[in-house]
């Protein structure tokens, strides 16, 4: 019973999806907008820097939630802190009330990470943004940051359990980013930099698709 509930509080939480509820209170949809995403980086891209970095922030404090009411609430539980930071990036990636089509998962695993270990959550916050500003692209970012974070949790913990959990999420944002990773092979996937040089990008990712 406990895992259930613990099962249901991480995806419960995790499919309270800002992006889409702020882009509906403006008229649209934002999966029909941009790269298809609910989450923050296509919100940043769709409705400014601003709105962007307010959906980030919502989205890593509610899994820091879920992984910290979890672990309060199940202490008995040993994988509590695990499987609902994994069940917070699921309910966030396919959130029911939404068709099971939400975001990618990269703000809830950073939420995530910074429930489990601080330290880790800087180290990793720091490589990675490195790793961004240096391909400039975001997408990178989840794809490895999941692949270190379970590795580390893995060496740390010798949890087999709580590796699977974190493997399986790993494949599953690896899966979500596949047409990411496509858009870069093709030259369509939008840089980092379209933040402040908007006009540039868009009219690049024009040029690469009519090629």
């Not at 509610?62 to 994988?79: H, S, T």
């Not at 379970?150 to 599953?172: K, Q």
């Not at 402040?196 to 990008?201: F, G, I, L, P």
């Amino acid at each position: 019973m406990n895992i259930v509930l613990c099962i249901l509080l991480g995806y419960c939480i995790g499919g309270i999806n800002p992006a889409y509820i702020i882009s509906k209170l403006k008229g649209f949809d934002i999966r029909k907008h941009g790269s298809g995403n609910a989450g923050a980086s296509n919100a940043m891209m769709m409705m400014g820097k601003k709105v962007g970095a307010l959906i980030a922030v919502f989205d890593i404090f509610k899994a820091f939630i879920a992984v910290i009411l979890a672990a309060k609430l199940f202490p008995q539980l040993k994988i509590a802190k695990v499987l609902a930071g994994v069940c917070c990036i699921l309910g966030h990636i396919f959130p029911a009330l939404m068709g099971f089509r939400g975001g990618k998962g990269l703000a809830c695993l950073g939420g995530f990470v910074m429930a489990y270990d601080i330290r880790i959550f800087g180290i990793l916050l720091l490589c990675e943004a490195i790793l961004a500003l240096t391909l400039d692209y975001v997408c990178v970012v989840p794809i490895t940051g999941s692949m270190i974070f379970t590795t580390i949790y893995a060496f740390t913990t010798s949890d087999p359990v709580g590796t699977l959990l974190l493997s399986a999420i790993s494949i599953i944002i690896l899966l979500k980013h596949i047409e990411n990773l496509k858009r870069i092979q093709n030259g369509t996937e939008a840089h980092i930099s379209f933040l402040w040089r908007k006009d540039e990008e868009i009219a690049r990712i024009k040029q690469n698709s009519n090629s």
